[in-house]
Each structure stands twice: as structure tokens, then as C-alpha cells.
């Protein structure tokens, strides 16, 4: 069984590649994440933020 940050990172690429997202590097930690994205530049990050935090959460 993976961890739950296996799992995340999973369902971060799932999403990515569901919206066109390309994630270029992604890092899991204790309590947080960081990953670089790219994305087109009419996507604003803070809806972008609030699509992967909301359909974590959920799968989760």
C-alpha cells in the first residue's frame, strides 16, 4: 500500500493532466507540497490552486 503522499501526488498529475497542466517538479513534505506547473496564461493560480486543493480533499 502507497502513502498518502504517493497518493496525492497521483491525483496532482491526474489532475494536470485532465486540465493540459504539465507538472515539472513536485515535492510532498511532512504537512505540505510543492509542485511548478505549466499552464496557459489565461488560467489565473488561484483558481488553479482552488481546482487541485478542492478535488484533493474530495478524493481524500
Request: charged share 30%; glycine share 4%; hydrophobic share 40%.
Amino acid at each position: 500500500m502507497g502513502s498518502i503522499a504517493d497518493y496525492v501526488k497521483q491525483k496532482i498529475f491526474d489532475i494536470a493532466n485532465t486540465r493540459g497542466y504539465e507538472i515539472i517538479a513536485i515535492e510532498t513534505d511532512k504537512d505540505h507540497i510543492h509542485f511548478l506547473l505549466s499552464y496557459d496564461t489565461s488560467d489565473r493560480v488561484c483558481d488553479i490552486v482552488k481546482i487541485v486543493k478542492q478535488e484533493i480533499i474530495y478524493h481524500l
